[in-house]
C-alpha cells in the first residue's frame, strides 16, 4: 500500500498541474526508483504519460532498457501504448489503482493486480473531470 500511495501523491501533483491525475512509481528491491506523473499538457507531447516518464527514469537510473526485477504502481490501469512500453520493458508486475473501463483489457504479457486505491483513485480522476466541466 505505501507504494500505491507514493503513485497517488504524484497523481495529486498531476491533478494540481492541471494533468490527468496519474501518478507511477517504478519499484526495485523495495525501493523507489522512479517517480512520475502525466505531462501530456505540460510538455505539449502525447506520450508523456506517467508510465513512460516512470520507465526512461528508472531505465536510466538503472542503465538497462529492462526493469524485469521492478514493479510498476500506477494509479489507472495502463493504456495500450504504456502496456506496450511496459511489456517492451519486461516489467513483470503491474499494480494499479482505478481501472480504465474506456478501453479493452491490458496486453496480458505481465501480471496485472488492480483495485488499490481504487475509490481515492477514481475520485481525483472524477474531481479533474467534474472540475474541467464546470
Same mark, same amino acid.
Given at each position: 500500500? &505505501?507504494?500505491?500511495?507514493?503513485? %497517488? ?27 512520475? %506523473? ?27 532498457? &529492462? ?5 510498476? %504502481? ?21 499494480? +494499479? ?18 483495485? +488499490? ?18
Amino acid at each position: 500500500m &505505501y507504494f500505491m500511495k507514493e503513485a %497517488y501523491k504524484q497523481a495529486e501533483l498531476a491533478f494540481e498541474d492541471g494533468e490527468i491525475p496519474i501518478g507511477a512509481v517504478i519499484v526495485c528491491q523495495d525501493r523507489i526508483i522512479a517517480k512520475a %506523473y502525466n505531462q501530456v499538457e505540460r510538455l505539449n507531447d502525447a506520450t508523456a504519460h506517467a508510465e513512460m516518464i516512470a520507465i526512461t527514469s528508472a531505465s536510466n537510473f538503472l542503465q538497462s532498457k &529492462y526493469l524485469d526485477e521492478c514493479t510498476l %504502481y500506477v494509479t489507472l490501469e495502463p493504456c495500450k501504448m504504456c502496456s506496450g512500453a511496459i511489456s517492451n520493458a519486461h516489467i513483470k508486475n503491474v499494480k +494499479f489503482g482505478a481501472f480504465d473501463n474506456s478501453k479493452d483489457p491490458l496486453s496480458d504479457h505481465f501480471v496485472k493486480f488492480g483495485g +488499490f486505491m481504487e475509490e481515492e483513485c477514481q475520485a481525483l480522476i472524477d474531481e479533474f473531470f467534474n472540475n474541467l466541466r464546470a
